[in-house]
């Protein structure tokens, strides 16, 4: 541990303390299909990493990513409570507090998607993303970024201006609906968001499409790769693995889904 690294450890120690957190546990995957590879040449080491996690929220992608990849980390959380997990997260990260916050070595990360390319860059050893030369590279990052800029974005603000307004037509721009229906498209050309293989997209593009399903911002009897995607991704052993330990009592603290979203069909334009 260097200099610059104990105070930052001690710091979260007592939060956790202070708060009583229990749900603070080191965790090294049952299934270490590359726990080896990470020390083997190549790979840089790798530092000790916490999320500070939400049950049932995105800092689940991180959860997974590493029971896909065989690496250690250590998980935070009170059991069931999220707002004194979230104390947590403010005790470490005041000035933005989100699940997932992680400290890796010695730096506070936030933002899953750039979390899950920087431990990929260096401790992934290739798993998890299409070969560079591929045409599934390109794919592979565009559902990578697509997942919080275009699809989580818009079904957030549908969601959260239909809760004040229902809608009655939908919007001339680009709407949850159509975000939706261009990630089904892709699936009837592919098995995976990460094209020909499973990859680190899929993980990404979980939660937001979860999100969209479940509060009623779409239609997803409309959807019906998608819904065939979800059942697939959601038996993956790892991922499994990860509601064991990351969502132990099912989901916490959901949100009420909504009555109704826009129609579906054709716009306004
Ligand atoms: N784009 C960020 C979003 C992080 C985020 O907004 N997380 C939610 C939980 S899923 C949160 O902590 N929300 C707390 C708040 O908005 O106050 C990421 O992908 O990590």
Do not use: C
């Amino acid at each position: 541990m260097d200099n610059k690294h104990k105070p930052v450890r001690s710091r979260i120690m007592a939060g956790l303390l202070g708060l009583g957190i229990a749900g603070l546990v080191s965790l090294a995957p049952a299934s270490p299909a590359s726990a080896q590879s990470a020390e083997n040449q190549g790979a840089m080491p790798m530092p000790e990493f916490t999320i500070y996690h939400l049950e049932g929220r995105r800092s689940e992608r991180l959860v997974w990513l590493m029971e896909e990849l065989g690496l250690p980390y250590t998980l935070a959380f009170e059991r069931g409570d999220l707002m004194a997990s979230m104390a947590a997260i403010r005790a470490i990260n005041p000035s933005m507090p989100v699940a997932p916050t992680v400290t890796y070595g010695d730096q506070v990360l936030v933002e899953s998607g750039a979390i899950i390319e920087m431990i990929l860059a260096r401790h992934g050893e290739g798993e998890l993303v299409p070969p560079l030369t591929s045409p599934d590279f390109a794919t592979h990052l565009l559902w990578m970024h697509y997942s919080e800029g275009s699809l989580a974005a818009r079904a957030i603000a549908d969601y959260r201006v239909w809760q004040i307004q229902p809608p009655t037509q939908r919007s001339p721009l680009v709407d949850s609906e159509q975000v939706v229906q261009f990630a089904e498209n892709f699936l009837s050309e592919k098995p995976w968001f990460g094209g020909d293989e499973f990859s680190a997209a899929d993980i990404m593009m979980l939660f937001p499409l979860n999100f969209a399903f479940q509060l009623n911002i779409v239609d997803a009897s409309l959807f019906p790769q998608l819904s065939a995607w979800m059942e697939k991704v959601q038996a993956r052993p790892a991922y499994q693995r990860m509601l064991a330990k990351a969502r132990p009592d099912g989901m916490v603290g959901s949100l009420p889904a909504l009555p109704a979203h826009a129609p579906s069909g054709p716009r306004n334009r």
